[in-house]
Protein backbone atom coordinates (compact mmCIF):
# COMPACT_ATOMS: atom_id res chain seq x y z
CA UNK A 1 0.00 0.00 0.00
CA UNK A 2 3.20 2.70 0.88
CA UNK A 3 4.54 1.85 -2.39
CA UNK A 4 0.84 3.15 -4.43
CA UNK A 5 0.78 6.31 -2.19
CA UNK A 6 4.29 6.57 -2.97
CA UNK A 7 3.53 5.99 -6.97
CA UNK A 8 0.37 8.32 -6.72
CA UNK A 9 2.40 11.24 -5.46
CA UNK A 10 4.96 10.99 -8.30
CA UNK A 11 2.04 11.09 -10.67
CA UNK A 12 0.92 14.25 -8.73
CA UNK A 13 4.13 15.57 -9.22
CA UNK A 14 4.59 14.65 -12.99
CA UNK A 15 1.26 16.06 -13.79
CA UNK A 16 1.68 19.31 -11.77
CA UNK A 17 5.05 19.58 -13.97
CA UNK A 18 3.72 19.12 -16.98
CA UNK A 19 0.93 21.95 -16.99
CA UNK A 20 3.47 24.18 -15.63
CA UNK A 21 5.29 23.59 -18.50
CA UNK A 22 2.14 23.80 -21.06
CA UNK A 23 1.64 27.02 -19.21
CA UNK A 24 4.70 28.27 -20.02
CA UNK A 25 4.89 27.19 -23.63
CA UNK A 26 1.38 28.66 -24.09
CA UNK A 27 2.87 32.07 -23.55
CA UNK A 28 5.71 31.17 -26.29
CA UNK A 29 4.42 34.23 -28.70
CA UNK A 30 2.95 36.25 -25.87
CA UNK A 31 5.73 38.63 -24.36
CA UNK A 32 3.30 40.62 -21.93
CA UNK A 33 4.78 43.30 -20.49
CA UNK A 34 4.60 42.95 -16.84
CA UNK A 35 6.51 45.41 -15.06
CA UNK A 36 5.31 48.23 -12.44
CA UNK A 37 6.84 51.04 -14.58
CA UNK A 38 4.43 49.72 -17.99
CA UNK A 39 1.41 48.91 -15.85
CA UNK A 40 1.52 52.63 -14.53
CA UNK A 41 2.63 54.13 -17.99
CA UNK A 42 -0.36 52.12 -19.88
CA UNK A 43 -3.37 53.64 -17.66
CA UNK A 44 -2.48 57.21 -17.98
CA UNK A 45 -3.62 60.02 -19.87
CA UNK A 46 -6.58 58.29 -22.37
CA UNK A 47 -9.23 60.65 -23.77
CA UNK A 48 -12.42 60.78 -23.24
CA UNK A 49 -14.93 57.65 -24.38
CA UNK A 50 -17.05 58.12 -27.33
CA UNK A 51 -20.76 58.25 -26.59
CA UNK A 52 -22.58 54.91 -26.32
CA UNK A 53 -25.16 53.22 -27.58
CA UNK A 54 -28.81 54.31 -27.82
CA UNK A 55 -31.66 51.89 -27.18
CA UNK A 56 -31.94 49.35 -30.50
CA UNK A 57 -35.40 48.84 -31.82
CA UNK A 58 -35.80 45.47 -30.98
CA UNK A 59 -35.53 46.53 -27.37
CA UNK A 60 -39.34 47.39 -27.35
CA UNK A 61 -40.18 43.89 -28.85
CA UNK A 62 -38.45 41.56 -25.97
CA UNK A 63 -40.99 42.17 -22.90
CA UNK A 64 -43.76 40.72 -25.02
CA UNK A 65 -41.04 37.59 -25.71
CA UNK A 66 -40.41 37.59 -22.33
CA UNK A 67 -44.07 37.19 -21.66
CA UNK A 68 -45.04 34.75 -23.78
CA UNK A 69 -42.22 32.41 -22.58
CA UNK A 70 -42.26 33.40 -19.10
CA UNK A 71 -46.12 32.24 -18.67
CA UNK A 72 -45.35 28.68 -19.52
CA UNK A 73 -43.03 28.45 -16.20
CA UNK A 74 -43.94 30.46 -14.14
CA UNK A 75 -42.21 30.32 -10.71
CA UNK A 76 -39.25 29.33 -12.09
CA UNK A 77 -34.97 30.43 -12.92
CA UNK A 78 -35.90 29.91 -17.11
CA UNK A 79 -31.63 30.42 -18.00
CA UNK A 80 -30.57 31.03 -21.51
CA UNK A 81 -26.69 31.42 -22.21
CA UNK A 82 -25.20 32.82 -25.43
CA UNK A 83 -22.26 30.59 -25.37
CA UNK A 84 -18.64 30.10 -25.71
CA UNK A 85 -16.11 31.05 -28.57
CA UNK A 86 -15.62 28.29 -30.57
CA UNK A 87 -11.76 26.86 -30.96
CA UNK A 88 -10.97 26.89 -34.65
CA UNK A 89 -7.32 25.22 -33.94
CA UNK A 90 -5.08 25.60 -31.22
CA UNK A 91 -5.73 29.04 -29.82
CA UNK A 92 -7.66 30.88 -32.73
CA UNK A 93 -11.20 31.11 -32.43
CA UNK A 94 -14.75 31.16 -34.62
CA UNK A 95 -16.17 34.49 -34.84
CA UNK A 96 -18.63 34.51 -32.54
CA UNK A 97 -22.26 33.42 -32.91
CA UNK A 98 -24.67 33.59 -30.03
CA UNK A 99 -27.07 30.52 -29.34
CA UNK A 100 -30.38 31.61 -30.90
CA UNK A 101 -32.74 31.54 -27.73
CA UNK A 102 -30.17 34.05 -26.15
CA UNK A 103 -30.29 36.52 -29.07
CA UNK A 104 -33.98 36.24 -29.22
CA UNK A 105 -34.68 36.99 -25.63
CA UNK A 106 -31.79 39.12 -25.59
CA UNK A 107 -31.75 41.13 -28.72
CA UNK A 108 -28.35 41.07 -29.24
CA UNK A 109 -27.09 40.26 -32.69
CA UNK A 110 -23.46 40.43 -34.26
CA UNK A 111 -21.19 39.01 -32.32
CA UNK A 112 -22.20 39.77 -28.68
CA UNK A 113 -21.97 38.49 -26.38
CA UNK A 114 -19.72 35.49 -25.45
CA UNK A 115 -20.00 34.25 -22.26
CA UNK A 116 -23.05 36.27 -21.17
CA UNK A 117 -26.30 34.47 -19.72
CA UNK A 118 -29.49 36.06 -19.56
CA UNK A 119 -31.91 34.62 -16.96
CA UNK A 120 -36.11 34.83 -16.65
CA UNK A 121 -36.08 35.99 -12.73
CA UNK A 122 -39.41 34.42 -11.55
CA UNK A 123 -41.58 37.47 -10.35
CA UNK A 124 -44.55 34.97 -9.16
CA UNK A 125 -44.63 31.41 -7.04
CA UNK A 126 -44.74 28.31 -9.11
CA UNK A 127 -48.12 27.60 -9.56
CA UNK A 128 -48.97 31.18 -9.02
CA UNK A 129 -52.29 32.53 -11.29
CA UNK A 130 -51.69 35.62 -12.88
CA UNK A 131 -53.56 37.97 -15.33
CA UNK A 132 -53.19 37.72 -18.92
CA UNK A 133 -51.06 40.99 -19.02
CA UNK A 134 -48.96 40.53 -16.02
CA UNK A 135 -45.52 39.88 -16.21
CA UNK A 136 -44.15 36.53 -14.36
CA UNK A 137 -40.23 37.39 -14.87
CA UNK A 138 -38.28 39.81 -14.96
CA UNK A 139 -34.99 39.58 -17.72
CA UNK A 140 -31.68 39.91 -16.03
CA UNK A 141 -28.45 40.44 -18.55
CA UNK A 142 -25.40 38.54 -17.19
CA UNK A 143 -22.03 40.15 -18.74
CA UNK A 144 -18.66 40.66 -19.00
CA UNK A 145 -18.46 44.52 -19.07
CA UNK A 146 -15.13 46.50 -19.53
CA UNK A 147 -13.05 47.69 -17.15
CA UNK A 148 -10.87 50.66 -16.88
CA UNK A 149 -7.89 51.19 -19.07
CA UNK A 150 -5.75 51.01 -16.13
CA UNK A 151 -6.43 47.44 -15.16
CA UNK A 152 -4.10 44.59 -16.61
CA UNK A 153 -7.35 43.11 -18.12
CA UNK A 154 -7.53 46.02 -20.70
CA UNK A 155 -4.44 44.91 -22.14
CA UNK A 156 -3.42 41.65 -21.52
CA UNK A 157 -6.54 39.78 -21.94
CA UNK A 158 -7.15 38.84 -25.58
CA UNK A 159 -10.56 37.30 -24.32
CA UNK A 160 -12.62 40.48 -22.67
CA UNK A 161 -9.31 43.55 -23.22
CA UNK A 162 -10.54 46.17 -25.13
CA UNK A 163 -6.83 46.41 -26.84
CA UNK A 164 -7.63 43.10 -28.12
CA UNK A 165 -11.12 43.11 -29.07
CA UNK A 166 -11.75 46.57 -29.48
CA UNK A 167 -14.19 48.57 -27.72
CA UNK A 168 -16.78 47.16 -24.70
CA UNK A 169 -20.02 48.03 -22.62
CA UNK A 170 -20.46 49.37 -19.59
CA UNK A 171 -23.28 47.71 -17.67
CA UNK A 172 -24.85 50.99 -17.86
CA UNK A 173 -24.16 51.17 -21.66
CA UNK A 174 -25.46 47.40 -22.44
CA UNK A 175 -28.86 48.68 -20.13
CA UNK A 176 -29.31 51.20 -22.85
CA UNK A 177 -28.83 49.44 -25.74
CA UNK A 178 -31.50 46.23 -24.60
CA UNK A 179 -33.44 48.11 -22.02
CA UNK A 180 -32.92 44.94 -19.91
CA UNK A 181 -31.60 45.02 -16.11
CA UNK A 182 -27.67 44.20 -16.16
CA UNK A 183 -25.18 42.74 -13.93
CA UNK A 184 -21.82 41.34 -13.83
CA UNK A 185 -21.68 37.62 -14.56
CA UNK A 186 -19.82 37.20 -11.42
CA UNK A 187 -22.81 37.35 -9.26
CA UNK A 188 -24.74 34.74 -12.12
CA UNK A 189 -24.46 31.68 -9.91
CA UNK A 190 -24.81 33.18 -6.32
CA UNK A 191 -28.11 34.66 -7.49
CA UNK A 192 -29.29 31.46 -8.44
CA UNK A 193 -28.27 29.51 -5.78
CA UNK A 194 -29.02 31.57 -2.80
CA UNK A 195 -29.41 35.63 -4.04
CA UNK A 196 -32.82 37.17 -4.49
CA UNK A 197 -34.86 34.17 -3.89
CA UNK A 198 -33.05 31.51 -5.84
CA UNK A 199 -33.08 29.05 -3.38
CA UNK A 200 -35.70 26.35 -3.57
CA UNK A 201 -36.98 27.74 -7.21
CA UNK A 202 -37.03 25.24 -9.67
CA UNK A 203 -33.99 26.25 -12.72
CA UNK A 204 -34.49 25.54 -16.48
CA UNK A 205 -31.64 26.08 -18.90
CA UNK A 206 -30.61 25.67 -22.65
CA UNK A 207 -28.11 22.80 -22.02
CA UNK A 208 -26.56 22.66 -25.49
CA UNK A 209 -25.69 26.46 -25.92
CA UNK A 210 -22.92 26.28 -22.91
CA UNK A 211 -21.71 23.15 -20.86
CA UNK A 212 -19.83 25.15 -18.39
CA UNK A 213 -22.68 26.89 -17.34
CA UNK A 214 -24.70 23.89 -17.70
CA UNK A 215 -22.72 21.84 -15.42
CA UNK A 216 -23.03 24.67 -12.69
CA UNK A 217 -26.55 25.10 -13.05
CA UNK A 218 -26.44 21.16 -12.40
CA UNK A 219 -24.61 21.51 -9.22
CA UNK A 220 -26.87 23.95 -7.90
CA UNK A 221 -30.11 22.15 -8.62
CA UNK A 222 -28.08 18.71 -6.92
CA UNK A 223 -27.05 21.40 -4.08
CA UNK A 224 -30.49 22.61 -3.30
CA UNK A 225 -32.14 19.61 -4.21
CA UNK A 226 -33.76 20.42 -7.47
CA UNK A 227 -35.07 18.45 -10.00
CA UNK A 228 -32.36 17.94 -12.76
CA UNK A 229 -34.65 15.45 -15.30
CA UNK A 230 -33.09 16.51 -19.04
CA UNK A 231 -36.50 16.99 -19.80
CA UNK A 232 -37.35 19.57 -17.90
CA UNK A 233 -34.68 21.50 -19.65
CA UNK A 234 -35.41 20.05 -23.70
CA UNK A 235 -39.27 21.29 -22.66
CA UNK A 236 -37.85 24.87 -21.94
CA UNK A 237 -35.57 24.48 -25.83
CA UNK A 238 -38.73 23.64 -27.63
CA UNK A 239 -40.93 26.77 -25.77
CA UNK A 240 -38.34 28.69 -27.06
CA UNK A 241 -38.14 27.14 -30.39
CA UNK A 242 -41.85 27.61 -30.72
CA UNK A 243 -41.70 31.15 -30.24
CA UNK A 244 -40.11 32.13 -32.71
CA UNK A 245 -42.53 30.14 -35.23
CA UNK A 246 -44.42 33.71 -36.12
CA UNK A 247 -42.45 36.50 -36.37
CA UNK A 248 -43.33 39.85 -35.11
CA UNK A 249 -42.90 42.88 -37.32
CA UNK A 250 -39.20 43.76 -36.25
CA UNK A 251 -38.13 40.20 -36.97
CA UNK A 252 -40.08 40.13 -40.44
CA UNK A 253 -38.45 43.59 -41.31
CA UNK A 254 -35.01 42.16 -40.96
CA UNK A 255 -35.73 39.30 -42.95
CA UNK A 256 -36.80 41.16 -45.57
CA UNK A 257 -33.41 43.37 -45.32
CA UNK A 258 -31.81 40.07 -45.24
CA UNK A 259 -33.52 38.94 -48.69
CA UNK A 260 -32.56 41.92 -50.00
CA UNK A 261 -29.19 41.68 -49.86
CA UNK A 262 -29.24 38.37 -51.04
CA UNK A 263 -30.66 39.56 -54.03
CA UNK A 264 -27.77 42.06 -54.35
CA UNK A 265 -25.40 38.78 -53.57
CA UNK A 266 -27.08 36.90 -56.75
CA UNK A 267 -26.20 40.03 -58.85
CA UNK A 268 -22.76 39.97 -57.60
CA UNK A 269 -22.07 36.00 -58.39
CA UNK A 270 -23.25 37.10 -62.05
CA UNK A 271 -20.85 39.93 -62.36
CA UNK A 272 -18.35 37.14 -61.13
CA UNK A 273 -19.06 34.66 -64.32
CA UNK A 274 -16.74 35.53 -66.65
CA UNK A 275 -13.50 35.27 -64.25
CA UNK A 276 -15.17 32.03 -62.59
CA UNK A 277 -15.30 30.57 -66.12
CA UNK A 278 -11.43 31.07 -66.70
CA UNK A 279 -10.63 29.91 -63.28
CA UNK A 280 -10.31 25.88 -62.26
CA UNK A 281 -12.31 26.60 -59.51
CA UNK A 282 -14.42 28.67 -60.86
CA UNK A 283 -17.43 27.80 -57.95
CA UNK A 284 -15.01 29.55 -55.29
CA UNK A 285 -14.69 32.47 -57.53
CA UNK A 286 -18.80 32.30 -57.61
CA UNK A 287 -18.80 31.54 -53.40
CA UNK A 288 -15.92 34.29 -52.85
CA UNK A 289 -18.29 36.81 -54.66
CA UNK A 290 -21.56 36.02 -52.62
CA UNK A 291 -19.62 36.02 -49.63
CA UNK A 292 -18.03 39.13 -49.58
CA UNK A 293 -21.32 40.61 -50.29
CA UNK A 294 -22.63 38.92 -47.50
CA UNK A 295 -19.94 40.81 -44.92
CA UNK A 296 -20.30 44.45 -46.41
CA UNK A 297 -24.20 44.06 -46.55
CA UNK A 298 -24.28 42.22 -43.18
CA UNK A 299 -22.95 40.00 -40.47
CA UNK A 300 -21.75 37.91 -42.65
CA UNK A 301 -23.32 34.36 -44.28
CA UNK A 302 -26.43 32.76 -42.71
CA UNK A 303 -24.82 29.18 -43.94
CA UNK A 304 -22.33 27.57 -45.97
CA UNK A 305 -22.89 29.00 -49.44
CA UNK A 306 -23.80 25.92 -51.96
CA UNK A 307 -22.40 26.96 -54.96
CA UNK A 308 -22.49 23.62 -57.74
CA UNK A 309 -21.96 23.59 -60.97
CA UNK A 310 -22.94 20.79 -63.94
CA UNK A 311 -23.01 17.82 -61.92
CA UNK A 312 -22.52 18.77 -58.37
CA UNK A 313 -25.96 20.43 -58.41
CA UNK A 314 -26.77 16.93 -57.73
CA UNK A 315 -25.00 16.73 -54.17
CA UNK A 316 -27.52 18.42 -51.91
CA UNK A 317 -25.29 20.14 -49.58
CA UNK A 318 -22.22 20.39 -52.05
CA UNK A 319 -19.98 23.37 -50.03
CA UNK A 320 -16.18 22.03 -51.21
CA UNK A 321 -16.83 24.42 -54.16
CA UNK A 322 -13.69 23.35 -55.67
CA UNK A 323 -15.02 22.39 -59.01
CA UNK A 324 -14.66 24.63 -62.71
CA UNK A 325 -17.62 27.10 -63.82
CA UNK A 326 -18.56 25.12 -67.13
CA UNK A 327 -20.37 27.11 -70.38
CA UNK A 328 -22.87 25.27 -71.19
CA UNK A 329 -23.95 23.97 -68.00
CA UNK A 330 -25.74 25.08 -64.80
CA UNK A 331 -24.92 26.95 -62.05
CA UNK A 332 -26.93 26.13 -58.79
CA UNK A 333 -26.06 28.27 -55.95
CA UNK A 334 -28.01 28.25 -52.52
CA UNK A 335 -27.15 31.34 -50.69
CA UNK A 336 -28.38 33.58 -47.44
CA UNK A 337 -27.02 36.97 -46.40
CA UNK A 338 -27.09 37.37 -42.39
CA UNK A 339 -28.07 40.94 -40.87
CA UNK A 340 -26.75 42.17 -37.57
CA UNK A 341 -29.63 40.84 -35.96
CA UNK A 342 -28.80 37.20 -37.04
CA UNK A 343 -31.69 37.16 -39.52
CA UNK A 344 -30.85 35.00 -42.61
CA UNK A 345 -32.34 34.85 -46.02
CA UNK A 346 -32.20 31.54 -48.05
CA UNK A 347 -32.15 31.19 -51.58
CA UNK A 348 -31.91 29.05 -54.16
CA UNK A 349 -31.27 30.31 -57.96
CA UNK A 350 -30.26 27.83 -60.72
CA UNK A 351 -28.75 30.01 -63.82
CA UNK A 352 -27.12 29.04 -66.95
CA UNK A 353 -23.51 29.72 -67.39
CA UNK A 354 -23.81 30.95 -70.70
CA UNK A 355 -26.59 33.11 -70.07
CA UNK A 356 -29.58 30.80 -71.95
CA UNK A 357 -31.00 27.68 -70.74
CA UNK A 358 -30.64 24.54 -73.60
CA UNK A 359 -34.08 22.62 -74.47
CA UNK A 360 -33.27 19.88 -71.88
CA UNK A 361 -32.33 22.48 -69.23
CA UNK A 362 -35.64 24.91 -69.43
CA UNK A 363 -37.61 21.49 -69.34
CA UNK A 364 -36.41 20.92 -66.23
CA UNK A 365 -36.51 24.15 -64.65
CA UNK A 366 -40.11 24.57 -65.81
CA UNK A 367 -41.22 22.07 -63.83
CA UNK A 368 -39.02 22.94 -60.60
CA UNK A 369 -41.06 26.10 -61.12
CA UNK A 370 -44.21 25.15 -62.03
CA UNK A 371 -43.80 22.99 -58.48
CA UNK A 372 -42.76 25.99 -56.59
CA UNK A 373 -45.53 28.13 -57.69
CA UNK A 374 -48.12 25.26 -56.98
CA UNK A 375 -46.80 24.82 -53.46
CA UNK A 376 -47.10 29.07 -53.23
CA UNK A 377 -50.89 28.72 -54.27
CA UNK A 378 -51.51 25.99 -51.53
CA UNK A 379 -49.91 28.01 -48.92
CA UNK A 380 -51.95 30.72 -50.01
CA UNK A 381 -55.11 28.92 -49.11
CA UNK A 382 -56.45 29.01 -45.61
CA UNK A 383 -56.75 26.00 -43.26
CA UNK A 384 -53.42 24.70 -44.73
CA UNK A 385 -50.56 22.61 -42.38
CA UNK A 386 -47.45 23.04 -42.89
CA UNK A 387 -47.24 19.05 -44.70
CA UNK A 388 -49.85 20.26 -47.10
CA UNK A 389 -47.24 22.19 -48.58
CA UNK A 390 -44.65 20.16 -49.36
CA UNK A 391 -47.13 17.58 -51.04
CA UNK A 392 -48.07 20.03 -53.49
CA UNK A 393 -44.98 20.46 -54.53
CA UNK A 394 -44.59 16.49 -54.75
CA UNK A 395 -47.73 16.60 -56.71
CA UNK A 396 -46.82 18.42 -59.86
CA UNK A 397 -43.24 16.73 -59.57
CA UNK A 398 -44.57 13.18 -59.59
CA UNK A 399 -46.43 14.55 -62.97
CA UNK A 400 -43.50 15.40 -64.49
CA UNK A 401 -41.31 12.15 -63.86
CA UNK A 402 -44.35 10.39 -64.74
CA UNK A 403 -44.03 11.94 -68.64
CA UNK A 404 -40.46 11.59 -68.78
CA UNK A 405 -40.98 7.45 -68.26
CA UNK A 406 -38.79 7.55 -65.22
CA UNK A 407 -41.54 5.94 -62.25
CA UNK A 408 -42.05 2.38 -62.68
CA UNK A 409 -45.80 3.18 -61.67
CA UNK A 410 -48.28 5.83 -61.52
CA UNK A 411 -47.69 9.45 -60.47
CA UNK A 412 -50.73 8.45 -58.03
CA UNK A 413 -49.19 5.30 -56.84
CA UNK A 414 -45.83 6.59 -56.29
CA UNK A 415 -47.36 9.41 -53.94
CA UNK A 416 -48.63 6.99 -51.69
CA UNK A 417 -46.63 6.47 -48.24
CA UNK A 418 -45.64 2.81 -49.12
CA UNK A 419 -44.06 3.55 -52.29
CA UNK A 420 -42.77 7.48 -53.45
CA UNK A 421 -40.17 6.14 -55.86
CA UNK A 422 -40.14 9.59 -57.12
CA UNK A 423 -38.77 10.71 -54.01
CA UNK A 424 -34.94 9.44 -55.81
CA UNK A 425 -35.25 12.74 -57.50
CA UNK A 426 -35.96 14.76 -54.54
CA UNK A 427 -35.36 13.32 -51.00
CA UNK A 428 -35.16 16.60 -49.41
CA UNK A 429 -38.73 18.63 -48.04
CA UNK A 430 -40.08 21.11 -49.39
CA UNK A 431 -40.10 23.72 -46.78
CA UNK A 432 -38.28 24.85 -43.14
CA UNK A 433 -38.92 27.75 -41.23
CA UNK A 434 -36.49 30.64 -41.48
CA UNK A 435 -35.38 33.07 -39.10
CA UNK A 436 -32.14 33.40 -36.89
CA UNK A 437 -31.32 29.68 -37.83
CA UNK A 438 -31.39 28.91 -41.24
CA UNK A 439 -33.30 25.92 -40.54
CA UNK A 440 -35.07 28.13 -37.72
CA UNK A 441 -37.61 26.67 -34.89
CA UNK A 442 -36.17 23.34 -35.39
CA UNK A 443 -36.40 22.29 -31.88
CA UNK A 444 -40.37 22.52 -32.12
CA UNK A 445 -42.81 19.57 -31.48
CA UNK A 446 -44.43 18.16 -34.57
CA UNK A 447 -47.95 19.38 -34.19
CA UNK A 448 -46.71 23.04 -33.54
CA UNK A 449 -44.41 22.94 -37.00
CA UNK A 450 -45.11 20.14 -39.44
CA UNK A 451 -48.44 19.25 -38.60
CA UNK A 452 -49.84 22.54 -37.41
CA UNK A 453 -51.64 25.09 -40.00
CA UNK A 454 -49.85 28.38 -41.26
CA UNK A 455 -50.23 31.31 -39.34
CA UNK A 456 -49.52 34.97 -39.91
CA UNK A 457 -46.54 35.56 -39.13
CA UNK A 458 -45.10 32.46 -39.91
CA UNK A 459 -41.84 33.16 -42.14
CA UNK A 460 -40.65 29.57 -44.28
CA UNK A 461 -39.02 28.69 -47.50
CA UNK A 462 -40.61 26.63 -50.68
CA UNK A 463 -37.53 25.10 -52.36
CA UNK A 464 -38.38 22.13 -54.84
CA UNK A 465 -36.10 20.53 -56.67
CA UNK A 466 -34.86 18.10 -59.31
CA UNK A 467 -31.20 16.22 -59.16
CA UNK A 468 -30.66 14.01 -62.21
CA UNK A 469 -27.12 12.38 -61.64
CA UNK A 470 -25.46 12.00 -65.04
CA UNK A 471 -24.80 8.64 -63.73
CA UNK A 472 -28.40 7.67 -63.29
CA UNK A 473 -29.71 5.06 -65.85
CA UNK A 474 -33.14 5.43 -64.97
CA UNK A 475 -32.90 9.07 -66.18
CA UNK A 476 -33.47 9.91 -69.75
CA UNK A 477 -29.98 10.33 -71.11
CA UNK A 478 -31.14 13.92 -72.33
CA UNK A 479 -31.30 15.36 -68.72
CA UNK A 480 -28.61 13.12 -67.50
CA UNK A 481 -26.10 15.68 -65.05
CA UNK A 482 -29.22 18.55 -64.64
CA UNK A 483 -29.70 19.91 -61.18
CA UNK A 484 -32.35 22.69 -60.55
CA UNK A 485 -33.76 23.76 -57.34
CA UNK A 486 -35.64 27.05 -56.82
CA UNK A 487 -35.86 28.57 -53.51
CA UNK A 488 -38.16 30.81 -52.62
CA UNK A 489 -38.84 32.67 -48.74
CA UNK A 490 -42.40 33.13 -47.95
CA UNK A 491 -44.37 34.97 -45.54
CA UNK A 492 -47.93 34.17 -44.29
CA UNK A 493 -50.39 37.12 -44.16
CA UNK A 494 -53.87 37.90 -43.16
CA UNK A 495 -54.80 37.78 -46.51
CA UNK A 496 -52.86 34.00 -47.99
CA UNK A 497 -48.92 34.80 -48.73
CA UNK A 498 -46.20 36.49 -49.37
CA UNK A 499 -43.28 35.67 -51.18
CA UNK A 500 -40.88 37.82 -49.49
CA UNK A 501 -37.97 36.96 -52.69
CA UNK A 502 -40.43 38.33 -55.83
CA UNK A 503 -37.83 40.78 -56.42
CA UNK A 504 -35.16 37.98 -57.54
CA UNK A 505 -35.98 37.19 -61.24
CA UNK A 506 -37.13 33.32 -61.12
CA UNK A 507 -38.57 32.05 -63.81
CA UNK A 508 -36.45 31.13 -67.16
CA UNK A 509 -36.73 33.81 -69.27
CA UNK A 510 -36.30 36.49 -66.10
CA UNK A 511 -33.09 34.80 -65.45
CA UNK A 512 -31.84 34.86 -68.49
CA UNK A 513 -32.35 38.44 -68.84
CA UNK A 514 -31.20 39.35 -65.13
CA UNK A 515 -27.90 37.92 -66.91
CA UNK A 516 -28.06 39.76 -69.81
CA UNK A 517 -28.71 42.71 -68.13
CA UNK A 518 -26.04 42.15 -64.92
CA UNK A 519 -23.54 41.38 -67.77
CA UNK A 520 -24.17 44.30 -69.76
CA UNK A 521 -23.18 47.27 -67.08
Not at 78 to 100: I, M, Q
Not at 310 to 318: D, E, I, K, Q, Y
Not at 403 to 417: I, R, V, Y
Request: negative net charge.
Amino acid sequence: MAEKVADNSKNTETSAALKTEAAKRADNRTQRPESPVFRKFIGEDWGERPAGPTRAAVADYLPARHLKLGRLFPGEYLVFPAGELKVRSNDTDYRFRAHCAFAHLSGLGGEREPGAVLVLRPLSEPGAEVSEAEPTHQAVLYFHPRTSRSSEEFYADSRYGEFWVGARMSSAEMSVLTGLRVKNIDSLYEDLCAGEDGAGRGIRIIREADPQVTERISEIRSKNGLCGDPARDYALAEAASELRLKKDEFEISELRKAIDATGGGFTEILRSLPRAVGHWRGERVVEGAFGAKAREEGNGLGYETIAACGNHANTLHWIGNNGPVTPGDLMLVDAGIEMDSLYTADITRTFPVSGKFSPAQREVYEAVLEAADYAFETASRPGVRFRDVHAAAMEVITKYLEKWGMLPCSAAESLLPENQQHRRWMPHGTSHHLGMDVHDCAQARSEMYRDALLEPGMVFTIEPGLYFRADDLKVPPRLRGIGVRIEDDILVTENGAQRLSENIPRTADAVENWISQTLLH
